[in-house]
């Protein structure tokens, strides 16, 4: 699929184990957060908080980047270094990430089919490691009717959308509970990396 790489196995176990421990520590420091649809307000899901200086949230007032928590009003805390290198390894623009979105689902979690769309720019790819169990991804085109196809990500998986398919619908359909044992208590955690306000592109 054009605009879509799956690197399979990304981080081996050592590295996916040391990588959550400082993300939970400063996930678990900073709080998480439940986000709610704009206007009806029903509750995600699944959980959410951010590292690195700008975070997404989304409440009845919609869906926006911020700097601080929206519960606690303190700002996020800083993006893990490994976070930066991954980035820097694998986005190709001459840019640093400014959001890593971490997304919590528990079993029986899931998140609809959506585009990422409210970064201010679309020229930095999006970058997406998985870790814990194994979920079902789906992935499709520009437009909601677009078909679909779906891929089970699984712990260490890393999904990089970019080109024709940085602003192509997906979600996660569920969770394969029980596939992995790497998160305390269950579940599967993601981590994207956003670019979220212009730069400078190199020229040719
Ligand atoms: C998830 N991922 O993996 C949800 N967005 O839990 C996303 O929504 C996503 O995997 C943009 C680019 C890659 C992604
Ligand atoms: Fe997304």
Known sequence: MEGLRVLRGYLDRTEQ?????????????????????????????????????????????????????????????????????????????PAEPECCLVNLYRPGARLGLHRDEDEETFAAPILSLSLGDAAVFRIGGRRRRDPTRRLVLESGDVVVMEGERRLAYHGIDRILAGTSDLLPGGGRLSLTLRRVRPFAERRG
């Not at 995600?44 to 908080?49: A, D, G, K």
């Open 17 to 93: 184990e040391a990588l959550l421990g400082e993300v939970l520590a400063a996930v678990e420091e900073a709080g998480w957060f439940r986000p709610r649809m704009p206007r009806s307000g029903r509750p995600f899901s699944v959980l959410m908080c951010n590292l690195g200086p700008l975070g997404w949230v989304s409440d009845e007032r919609g869906y926006r980047y911020q700097p601080h928590h929206p519960e606690t009003g303190r700002p996020w805390p800083p993006m893990p270094a490994r976070l930066r290198v991954l980035w820097r390894e694998l986005a190709g623009v």
